[in-house]
């Protein structure tokens, strides 16, 4: 068993067309991405507010966005369990178990990644365009607008470091969303079932596979970004 | 707001020479401002006269760029005060203000965009943006190149682009700070044939430089500062012909003055 | 407090997910959530079984497996229609509790002790468990344990009390726990040379055995009997209660034993039905 086993074998599965690995790749990269848009929502805006705006506390924020970047998804997991849980707040909803828990488990850990990385972005850009801004009398929620939007491309970046860390996650997704067949089951509770199998081949062909995924969706942005550079933009 | 573009409002006798109106634009009086105890701007008078140019010279370190600021409100004085029409200054007055700064500071778009992100701060509809960009862009020269991304243009075409977008919401009066520092000769000679028919168009002017040429070429006032103190404020042809203090006298001659105390201040 | 963030965060998150959310659930009325174990899901039990079962109802069985005692707690939070799980006191406390409706036995099968070829205790071939554990702890044999309170790990303590070791004084020494799953445990025990309990049903269908053989098996003290019970609805509304209770009459019943009985791996049975019929 060695990697270039995994290797030729994760080619072997994904030309072999075999449904099952289809519906799970296409999971994973479904929930990643509606999390990922979701965690834009939210933290690009919060991002530009703490990167953008002066005011008490601002400090507090951006170091606690900081160190929430490296929440532990099992805790996560484990909170978000504890609300969809049918004895918990949110247990009504129904949605323990399902992808949509796992969206949103993912959604809380990539948040505050896509939050801190852009309170930076935007910081940077402020420091440049403050002055311009202040004799143009932009007004602040402009001004938030204006540096989201020139930093566009940087914030591209961002949003890739939160799809990374969420499509390779395990800890959360697994316990929200029960690893169960068919249903809730992705790339990575996919490995992690198949190693505690003693799959080890196989897991590692799936990683191999999830890998490339990664490779790819990376690769597509950084060209964008290299078209960016071209024209002074990113 | 009415349709962009500098209005005319310079006062003009039969002669064609300007008569001092009797409130001037602005004035600043006392004008301070400490970092950590070092006044960097000590007690400064300025007095900006509607319709004409005014040169703000001195020697680096002087406080040039500061009183800039100070008096277009992008900082708050420590002490002293700015009036704008013999009012304090404030958003509305600020809103007839416009800068350009030495090193343009220009959005990550294309050429037209940032013309049109000027008119869109000051809530101009979309449809009416059209026609004052291509006017804009045209006096710019720029005409040909509004599709590129800004930041790709040479230096040169950046600052005429820059003063364009100042020039775009109609100021009545526009803040250059040291526009042509880092430019080449016809590069600045171009900046300053716009500054002259933004004057020409009735738009008061107050230019930082450390160019005798320029303060030459442009100035109807001149102000001269040495170490945060106004040395010296009066018309350009009496003060770079016959100049009064001794910090401007070294100045023009290439000296570096090194100040003794802190005596030789002549106010107009 | 982080809490109250978290909730905050997550309630405006499902907000914006509305539509994400239901673009990506595409829910089917007639499922039940079944909280069970590793042993019955690695070993692919569930794999052969359900199918027959839903093909028959029309019901999509959702299987969560996760250790029996998180298993058990999750049902008892309502997370759940069905609990499938091998621990029997603890699934009697369950019921005693009233998170479970009644309990039904299933089947059993049995645990076995693996060890590397050279083993140490000299153990190999014996068949008394309380024997050969105190032979490991005698020679301080490396063993691996689950450590994770499911039921394998339930039953191997009290395997080690009958033999009168204390291993919690050993942990971290060679008694060492791995706070894992059953096939975690045997990646991990097999990597260190250590002896392991595990269920045989496991074993059998485990795919990274390396050089283990089977050192004990056959002591009836190492019977392991899997239980199954309907979630109770009265305390937990949100239980399928008539979904539920169609999946344990059918796994009880003779049809659904003979499909547990049927399945096999390598040609040995894995799983030997005995439910109790009425």
New interface residues.
Partial sequence: MDLGHAIIGAFGLVLSGDPDLTEIIG?SL??TL?AV??AC??GLPLGAAVGAFRFPGRTVCAVILNAFMGLPPVV?GL?????L????????????????AM??AQ??LV?PIVAALTRQVVEDLNAEYAEQFASLGVSPLARAGALLWDGRYSLLTVALAGFGRAIAEVGAVIIVG????H?TRVMTTTIA?E??????E?ALALGVVLLTIALIVNAMVMAVRALAARAAYA | MSAPGPAPRRATAPGGSVIPLAAPLMEASGLTYSVRGRRLVDDARLVIREGRRTVILGPNGAGKSLVLRLMHGLITPTAGRVDWRGAPLDKAARRAQAMVFQRPVLLRRSVRANLAFALAVRGVARAARRPAIATALERARLTHLQSQPARVLSGGEQQRLALARALMTGPELLFLDEPTASLDPASTLAIETLIEEASAAGVTVVLVTHDRGQAERLADDVVFLQSGRVAEHGPASRLLSAPASEPLRAWLSGRLYVEAEKSSRIDI | MI?RH??A??????L??GL??????A?AEDFI?VQST?ST??SGLF?HILPIFTEKTGIEV????VGTGQAIK?AA???GDVLFVHAKPAEEKFVADGDGVERFDVMYNDFVIVGPPADPAGVAGSSDVVDALGKIAEAEAPFASRGDDSGTHKAELALWKEAGVDVSSASGGWYRETG?????T??TGTAMGAYIMTDRATWI?????GDYQIAVEGDPKMFNQYGIMLVNPEK?P?VKADLGQTFVDWVISPEGQEAIAAYKVDGQALFFPNAQAD
């Fill in positions: 999971l479904s929930v509606s848009i979701a929502v939210i996560v909170v978000v369990y504890l609300m849980s049918a004895s918990g707040p949110l247990g009504v909803l129904g949605l323990l178990y399902t992808p949509t969206v949103i959604t809380i948040t029960g690893n169960i067949n249903v079932l190693t505690s199998k003693g799959n080890l196989l | 809490r978290f909730m965060l997550a309630a405006a998150g499902a914006a997910l994400a959310g239901t673009a990506v659930t829910q959530v590793t899901q690695n794999d959702r299987v969560v497996a999750n939070n309502g997370d894992s799953g059953m096939g975690a045997l990646n269908s485990f795919g990274n055995k937990h949100n």
